[in-house]
């Protein structure tokens, strides 16, 4: 079950202050996360590591970031945010063609 939880946060990979809207799970500008939830909005897990952008796809017209957290291995999708960096997505797409 989803909790909706407003937060704003300073991203912990690239340091830019983020206003949270209920449903903000990741950074605007570098697309990272943090592996905080068990279930979407809980914060029940322990690990807390970072979650890093390591790809994305298309489902149901929408565009789906996949992550992984660099400390557990844990793969979340997240749904794109209207304000992400298309930069940032591009940067993905570049390194997963390009490595």
Not at 16 to 38: A, I, M
Not at 51 to 66: F, H, R, S, T, Y
Request: with cysteine; charged share 30%.
């Amino acid at each position: 079950m989803f909790r909706k939880n407003k937060e704003d946060f300073i991203c912990e990979q690239c340091g830019e202050s983020v206003k949270g809207d209920g449903y903000t799970n990741h950074c605007p500008y570098c697309l990272y996360s943090k592996h905080v939830d068990v279930h979407p909005g809980d914060r029940a897990s322990d690990c807390h590591g970072l979650m890093v952008p390591i790809d994305n796809e298309a489902k149901q017209g929408d565009l789906v970031l996949i992550h992984k957290c660099a400390k557990c291995g844990f793969i979340k999708r997240n749904k794109r945010a209207d304000n992400d960096s298309l930069d940032s997505i591009q940067k993905i797409n570049k390194k997963i063609i390009y490595g």
